[in-house]
């Protein structure tokens, strides 16, 4: 018997990568399945309601674990893409006391014990961030981290995808610090990139939400990525993985402290 189309859950598809990411999944050959989650009090969601059509669905079930693993088993996606994440101001927006632990980290975490009990179990591609490690001294980091280990320890298929930073003139949010960041940042990045420092411009330099989402679903759906990490500079490197030799395993995805 032919196996089930892919079906792709996106979660944080009201956001800038994640909206990308919804795009990018319907758009994949083979694809039966895009679901697009958008949480219930999203003020963004009716706007992805009205966006979106064909083989994309938006559901909004609450995120609380019951409804999540019910709505998972309902429709046992082949791809969980893990997109959501807070902000500083975010945070202070909603009266979010430690944002990072309770929503990169603690969402993360809920969504890995609710997708637990799908079968077949789903690939997690989780969007991460260049830089997440133990030792990184803001929380930001050091929770991306965690939220890494929970992926990598979840006993789900993963691919982890490091992106640098995310933003673009089509961020309809303003974030004027990344923004005076990627003005600096990618011009210098370019020159160096002209003298031979080729792997810390690819590396280092922003991407905007439609190279992400191409890389982060690229990734997600390959072979070659299994159980990986996969750096900023490959994610935005159309055949990196069949042209180039992967470092070995052990010393790619183990951590050295
Ligand atoms: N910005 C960067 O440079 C960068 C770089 C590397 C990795 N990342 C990571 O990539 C992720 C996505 O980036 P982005 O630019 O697409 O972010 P974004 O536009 O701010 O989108 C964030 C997503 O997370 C959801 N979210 C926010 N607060 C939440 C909460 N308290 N509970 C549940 N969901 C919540 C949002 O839902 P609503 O629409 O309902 O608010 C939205 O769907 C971020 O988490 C970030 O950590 C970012």
Not at 70 to 94: D, K, M, N
Not at 236 to 251: D, F, L, N
Request: with cysteine.
């Amino acid at each position: 018997m032919e196996p089930p189309d892919p079906v792709a859950f996106v979660f944080g598809a009201t956001g800038y990568v994640g909206r990308a990411v919804v795009e990018a999944a319907a758009r994949t050959q083979g694809v039966g399945q895009v679901i697009a989650h958008a949480r219930p009090g999203s003020s963004r969601g009716a706007a992805l309601e009205a966006g979106v059509g064909g083989s994309i669905l938006v559901d909004r079930t609450p995120l609380e674990l019951s409804p999540l693993a019910h709505a998972l088993e309902a429709c046992r996606p082949s791809h969980l893409f893990i997109c959501h994440g807070t902000t500083a101001r975010r945070a202070r927006r909603e009266g979010l006391k430690a944002p990072y632990e309770a929503v990169d980290l603690g969402l993360t975490r809920l969504l890995l014990e609710a997708a637990a009990a799908v079968s077949p179990p789903p690939r997690v591609v989780y969007l991460s961030a260049i830089g997440a490690s133990p030792r990184a001294r803001g929380a930001y980091l050091r929770n991306r981290w965690l939220a890494e280990e929970a992926v990598r320890s979840s006993g789900l298929p993963f691919t982890i995808c490091r992106a640098p930073l995310l933003g673009g003139p089509d961020r309809r949010e303003p974030r004027p610090m990344e923004t005076l960041a990627r003005t600096v940042a990618d011009p210098t990045l370019a020159v160096l990139g002209a003298v031979g420092f080729t792997k810390l411009r690819d590396r280092l330099s922003s991407m905007n939400a439609a190279e992400a989402a191409e890389g982060l679903v690229r990734s997600g759906f390959h072979y070659m990525t299994i159980n990986r990490v996969v750096q900023s500079d490959e994610l935005r490197r159309v055949g990196v993985y069949e042209r180039e030799r992967w470092t070995p395993e052990s010393r790619r995805d183990t951590p050295r402290h």
